[in-house]
């Protein structure tokens, strides 16, 4: 198994959205450092179209031409676009989550670790990080190198669309404490670390980063990357409509 492959005991978001594919009981628990948790319901990685809230099915009007789906789950935004006949690349570092994208349908899926994405210069239109899946590049300085990488991987005039959550609402006690100790580590406050599981199966720990808009314009400058436009949500998710602007440092 190469190194960078999830091993099969640590892919337990695979593993609860193939137990959703398969009509078996399915949830995940996100478990942050300090000992927070959440348990979310799977479902939202199968949403139809139909089912999409308000801002997501609006961003999907600025995507065009080659798409590259990045944590791309169980292929919802994937298939979606497929049916509308674009060119889709979808990856995932979960291969049961990969697995399920083939069984439902998507034709070019991969497992990819975000910090392995290594494609030639202009292969793609339009880079989706959509679910959330900002929050994926972690850190202010691990989402300048990955929106880097991308710059040289992209058309002249590619866009990302990616969806964040603003942390900046929160009134929930253990929020605001975890935000605190943030600041004192001398770190964003909304950089979570976290694992997920899912009965027996649970994931290493990796960083989540959830960020204002101010700080995400903060974080695109010198990439080549510059805002478009902010399709807001009515909550604290927000998608970014970004546009390559100029050639990065």
């Given amino acids: 198994m190469p190194e960078s492959m999830v091993k099969p005991e640590e892919d337990a978001v695979g593993q609860a959205m193939l137990a959703f594919y398969e009509k078996r009981k399915s949830f995940e628990v996100i478990e942050r450092e300090d000992g927070y948790v959440e348990v979310t319901n799977t479902r939202m990685y199968f949403q139809d179209f139909e089912a999409w809230q308000e801002h997501e099915k609006r961003a ?40 399920v994208c083939k069984l439902r349908g998507v034709k070019k899926a991969k497992v990819m670790r975000l910090a392995d994405i290594n494609f030639k210069s202009n292969s793609f239109d339009t880079v989706l990080l959509l679910g959330g899946n900002f929050a994926l590049l972690g850190s202010p300085k691990e989402a300048r190198r990955t929106l880097m990488k991308l710059h040289t991987m992209t058309s002249d005039k590619a866009f990302i669309i990616a969806e964040a959550v ?11 404490k975890y935000y605190a100790l943030n600041k004192k580590r001398g770190k964003l406050p909304g950089q979570w670390r976290v694992r997920i599981r899912f009965h027996n199966f649970v994931t290493e720990w990796y960083d989540l ?30 998608i970014a409509i970004i546009k390559k602007s100029q050639t990065s440092d």
């Fill in 166 to 176: 603003d942390p900046y609402g929160a009134d929930n006690p253990a929020q605001l």
């Fill in 209 to 238: 980063l959830y960020n204002s808009k101010k700080e995400m314009k903060d974080m695109l400058t010198g990439t080549g990357w510059a805002i478009q436009k902010f399709i807001n949500s009515g909550g604290p998710a927000y």
């Fill in 60 to 99: 999907m009007s600025w995507v065009k031409g080659r798409v590259l789906d990045i944590g791309c789950g169980a292929g919802r935004h994937s298939l979606f676009l497929q049916n509308k006949g674009l060119n889709v690349s979808a990856i995932d570092k979960s291969p049961l989550a990969i697995k």
